[in-house]
Protein backbone atom coordinates (compact mmCIF):
# COMPACT_ATOMS: atom_id res chain seq x y z
CA UNK A 1 0.00 0.00 0.00
CA UNK A 2 2.58 2.60 0.79
CA UNK A 3 4.36 1.69 -2.61
CA UNK A 4 1.19 2.04 -4.34
CA UNK A 5 1.02 5.76 -2.96
CA UNK A 6 3.83 6.86 -3.50
CA UNK A 7 3.52 6.09 -7.04
CA UNK A 8 0.49 8.13 -7.68
CA UNK A 9 2.20 10.74 -5.48
CA UNK A 10 5.24 10.70 -8.22
CA UNK A 11 2.74 11.08 -11.46
CA UNK A 12 2.16 14.61 -12.90
CA UNK A 13 -1.43 13.68 -14.12
CA UNK A 14 -2.35 13.47 -9.85
CA UNK A 15 -1.44 17.14 -9.25
CA UNK A 16 -4.24 18.72 -10.86
CA UNK A 17 -6.76 16.10 -8.96
CA UNK A 18 -5.28 17.57 -6.25
CA UNK A 19 -6.04 21.00 -7.22
CA UNK A 20 -9.30 20.24 -7.82
CA UNK A 21 -9.58 18.23 -4.33
CA UNK A 22 -8.78 21.44 -2.64
CA UNK A 23 -11.26 23.29 -4.37
CA UNK A 24 -14.11 20.38 -3.70
CA UNK A 25 -13.00 20.22 -0.12
CA UNK A 26 -13.86 24.44 0.50
CA UNK A 27 -16.72 24.51 -0.84
CA UNK A 28 -19.00 24.04 2.27
CA UNK A 29 -17.68 27.08 3.17
CA UNK A 30 -18.53 29.43 0.18
CA UNK A 31 -21.47 30.62 1.99
CA UNK A 32 -19.31 31.73 5.16
CA UNK A 33 -16.34 32.96 3.80
CA UNK A 34 -16.04 36.50 2.29
CA UNK A 35 -13.16 37.96 3.45
CA UNK A 36 -9.90 36.56 2.20
CA UNK A 37 -6.06 36.36 2.48
CA UNK A 38 -3.38 35.57 0.74
CA UNK A 39 0.46 35.33 1.45
CA UNK A 40 3.06 32.28 0.82
CA UNK A 41 5.31 30.33 3.03
CA UNK A 42 8.12 27.46 2.54
CA UNK A 43 8.03 24.14 3.21
CA UNK A 44 11.91 22.70 3.58
CA UNK A 45 12.97 19.56 1.60
CA UNK A 46 15.01 16.75 2.62
CA UNK A 47 18.08 17.79 -0.62
CA UNK A 48 20.79 19.56 0.08
CA UNK A 49 22.44 21.90 -2.43
CA UNK A 50 26.34 23.11 -1.49
CA UNK A 51 27.49 26.47 -2.64
CA UNK A 52 30.45 28.59 -2.12
CA UNK A 53 29.96 32.06 -0.83
CA UNK A 54 32.01 34.05 -3.29
CA UNK A 55 30.27 37.37 -2.66
CA UNK A 56 32.33 37.69 0.57
CA UNK A 57 35.70 35.93 -0.59
CA UNK A 58 34.63 32.89 1.62
CA UNK A 59 36.37 29.73 0.61
CA UNK A 60 34.58 27.40 2.72
CA UNK A 61 31.65 25.31 1.06
CA UNK A 62 28.33 25.24 3.21
CA UNK A 63 25.25 22.89 3.20
CA UNK A 64 21.95 24.54 3.01
CA UNK A 65 18.99 23.05 2.64
CA UNK A 66 16.29 23.48 -0.10
CA UNK A 67 12.53 24.25 0.05
CA UNK A 68 9.46 24.64 -2.01
CA UNK A 69 6.73 28.18 -2.08
CA UNK A 70 3.62 27.43 -1.17
CA UNK A 71 0.99 30.07 -2.41
CA UNK A 72 -2.20 30.10 -0.86
CA UNK A 73 -5.68 32.14 -0.64
CA UNK A 74 -8.01 31.43 2.33
CA UNK A 75 -10.94 32.47 4.15
CA UNK A 76 -9.94 34.85 7.00
CA UNK A 77 -13.05 33.22 9.44
CA UNK A 78 -12.53 29.66 8.84
CA UNK A 79 -8.99 29.84 8.04
CA UNK A 80 -10.21 27.05 4.72
CA UNK A 81 -7.73 26.77 1.94
CA UNK A 82 -9.54 28.15 -1.22
CA UNK A 83 -6.98 28.29 -3.78
CA UNK A 84 -3.54 27.07 -3.94
CA UNK A 85 -0.14 27.15 -6.11
CA UNK A 86 3.40 25.43 -5.57
CA UNK A 87 6.57 27.51 -7.33
CA UNK A 88 9.87 27.05 -6.29
CA UNK A 89 11.78 28.79 -3.55
CA UNK A 90 12.78 32.16 -5.31
CA UNK A 91 9.57 32.46 -7.06
CA UNK A 92 7.90 36.13 -6.73
CA UNK A 93 4.53 36.46 -4.22
CA UNK A 94 3.01 39.25 -6.83
CA UNK A 95 2.14 37.35 -9.81
CA UNK A 96 0.09 34.77 -7.89
CA UNK A 97 -2.11 37.34 -6.83
CA UNK A 98 -4.21 36.61 -10.10
CA UNK A 99 -4.72 33.09 -10.23
CA UNK A 100 -5.18 32.93 -6.77
CA UNK A 101 -8.18 35.45 -6.73
CA UNK A 102 -9.80 34.36 -10.27
CA UNK A 103 -9.80 30.84 -8.61
CA UNK A 104 -11.33 32.10 -5.85
CA UNK A 105 -14.13 34.20 -7.35
CA UNK A 106 -15.20 31.31 -9.20
CA UNK A 107 -17.04 30.09 -6.19
CA UNK A 108 -16.83 32.79 -3.55
CA UNK A 109 -18.00 36.28 -3.11
CA UNK A 110 -15.19 37.81 -2.05
CA UNK A 111 -15.29 41.33 -0.46
CA UNK A 112 -12.25 41.57 0.69
CA UNK A 113 -8.57 40.61 -0.15
CA UNK A 114 -5.90 41.55 2.12
CA UNK A 115 -1.59 41.45 1.24
CA UNK A 116 1.32 42.16 2.37
CA UNK A 117 3.47 44.81 0.72
CA UNK A 118 4.64 41.94 -1.66
CA UNK A 119 1.48 42.21 -3.44
CA UNK A 120 1.66 45.82 -3.83
CA UNK A 121 1.51 46.34 -7.58
CA UNK A 122 -1.14 48.54 -9.56
CA UNK A 123 -2.10 45.15 -11.78
CA UNK A 124 -3.25 43.73 -8.49
CA UNK A 125 -4.92 46.45 -7.48
CA UNK A 126 -6.68 46.90 -10.87
CA UNK A 127 -7.34 43.00 -10.77
CA UNK A 128 -8.97 43.19 -7.62
CA UNK A 129 -11.43 46.55 -8.06
CA UNK A 130 -12.51 45.22 -11.12
CA UNK A 131 -14.13 42.09 -9.55
CA UNK A 132 -15.57 44.45 -7.10
CA UNK A 133 -13.14 43.93 -4.32
CA UNK A 134 -11.41 45.72 -1.59
CA UNK A 135 -7.74 45.65 -1.97
CA UNK A 136 -6.33 46.12 1.73
CA UNK A 137 -2.53 46.22 0.66
CA UNK A 138 -0.45 48.24 1.90
CA UNK A 139 1.56 50.71 -0.22
CA UNK A 140 5.24 50.65 -0.47
CA UNK A 141 7.44 53.22 1.51
CA UNK A 142 8.76 54.52 -1.95
CA UNK A 143 5.41 54.63 -3.65
CA UNK A 144 4.27 57.68 -4.45
CA UNK A 145 0.63 59.42 -4.69
CA UNK A 146 0.40 59.38 -8.55
CA UNK A 147 1.47 56.10 -10.13
CA UNK A 148 3.64 56.22 -13.22
CA UNK A 149 1.07 55.17 -15.40
CA UNK A 150 -1.24 57.82 -14.07
CA UNK A 151 -3.93 55.01 -13.03
CA UNK A 152 -6.19 57.40 -11.42
CA UNK A 153 -7.24 53.78 -9.28
CA UNK A 154 -3.45 53.96 -7.55
CA UNK A 155 -3.92 58.02 -6.75
CA UNK A 156 -7.52 57.29 -5.06
CA UNK A 157 -6.38 54.22 -2.99
CA UNK A 158 -3.35 55.67 -1.99
CA UNK A 159 -5.27 58.88 -1.00
CA UNK A 160 -8.13 57.03 0.63
CA UNK A 161 -5.75 54.92 2.89
CA UNK A 162 -3.73 57.62 3.80
CA UNK A 163 -6.25 59.41 5.27
CA UNK A 164 -8.02 56.88 6.93
CA UNK A 165 -5.11 54.63 8.35
CA UNK A 166 -6.33 53.61 11.64
CA UNK A 167 -9.65 52.29 9.98
CA UNK A 168 -7.17 50.71 7.69
CA UNK A 169 -5.01 49.59 10.17
CA UNK A 170 -8.33 47.43 11.96
CA UNK A 171 -9.08 46.06 8.72
CA UNK A 172 -5.49 44.91 7.13
CA UNK A 173 -5.54 43.18 10.52
CA UNK A 174 -7.16 40.16 9.47
CA UNK A 175 -4.30 39.21 7.47
CA UNK A 176 -2.75 37.94 10.05
CA UNK A 177 -5.12 34.84 9.43
CA UNK A 178 -3.07 33.62 6.67
CA UNK A 179 0.24 33.01 9.42
CA UNK A 180 -2.14 31.69 11.55
CA UNK A 181 -3.37 28.82 8.29
CA UNK A 182 -0.24 28.17 7.72
CA UNK A 183 0.94 27.22 11.53
CA UNK A 184 -2.29 25.06 11.65
CA UNK A 185 -0.94 22.97 8.41
CA UNK A 186 2.75 22.99 9.28
CA UNK A 187 1.55 22.05 13.30
CA UNK A 188 -0.08 19.37 11.99
CA UNK A 189 1.02 18.09 9.18
CA UNK A 190 4.92 19.18 9.91
CA UNK A 191 7.13 21.94 8.10
CA UNK A 192 8.97 19.88 5.43
CA UNK A 193 8.69 17.21 2.76
CA UNK A 194 9.79 13.78 3.16
CA UNK A 195 10.17 13.24 -0.93
CA UNK A 196 12.82 13.71 -3.02
CA UNK A 197 11.77 14.19 -6.73
CA UNK A 198 10.38 17.39 -7.46
CA UNK A 199 6.93 16.53 -8.95
CA UNK A 200 6.45 14.13 -5.56
CA UNK A 201 7.36 17.06 -3.56
CA UNK A 202 4.21 19.24 -5.02
CA UNK A 203 1.69 16.87 -4.70
CA UNK A 204 3.20 16.02 -1.16
CA UNK A 205 2.68 19.65 -0.18
CA UNK A 206 -0.87 19.59 -2.40
CA UNK A 207 -1.96 16.80 0.18
CA UNK A 208 -0.98 18.60 3.19
CA UNK A 209 -3.07 21.60 2.22
CA UNK A 210 -5.73 18.93 0.83
CA UNK A 211 -5.49 17.66 5.18
CA UNK A 212 -6.07 21.04 6.43
CA UNK A 213 -9.09 22.15 4.52
CA UNK A 214 -10.52 18.09 6.26
CA UNK A 215 -9.88 19.70 9.14
CA UNK A 216 -11.05 23.16 8.98
CA UNK A 217 -14.45 21.59 7.58
CA UNK A 218 -14.87 18.88 10.26
CA UNK A 219 -14.22 21.77 12.91
CA UNK A 220 -16.84 23.46 11.27
CA UNK A 221 -19.45 20.98 11.21
CA UNK A 222 -19.49 21.46 14.85
CA UNK A 223 -18.44 24.69 15.72
CA UNK A 224 -21.06 26.60 12.45
CA UNK A 225 -23.21 23.68 12.06
CA UNK A 226 -22.04 23.00 8.14
CA UNK A 227 -23.12 20.10 6.56
CA UNK A 228 -21.12 19.28 3.89
CA UNK A 229 -22.48 18.08 0.66
CA UNK A 230 -19.78 17.10 -1.89
CA UNK A 231 -20.27 16.95 -5.70
CA UNK A 232 -24.10 17.74 -5.01
CA UNK A 233 -26.29 18.32 -8.12
CA UNK A 234 -24.99 21.86 -8.44
CA UNK A 235 -21.50 20.68 -8.99
CA UNK A 236 -22.41 17.94 -11.38
CA UNK A 237 -24.22 20.47 -13.49
CA UNK A 238 -21.21 23.39 -12.98
CA UNK A 239 -18.71 20.98 -14.41
CA UNK A 240 -20.95 19.19 -17.15
Known amino acids: MPTTILKYLGLKSTTPLLHQLIIESSLPLSHVETVFAIDSTGLATSRYFRWIDHRYGKSEVRDKRSWIKVHIMC ?84 HFYSLNADWFKRHYHKRSNVETTFSMMKGKFEPNLRSKVATTQVNEALCKVLCHNLCVIIHSMYELGVEPDFWNEKDKERNA
Open 75 to 158: GVLTNIITAVEITGPTAADSPYFKVLLLTTLQHFRVKEVLCDKAYSALSNLVLAWQNKCLPFIPFKKNAKPEHGTKDPLWTRLY
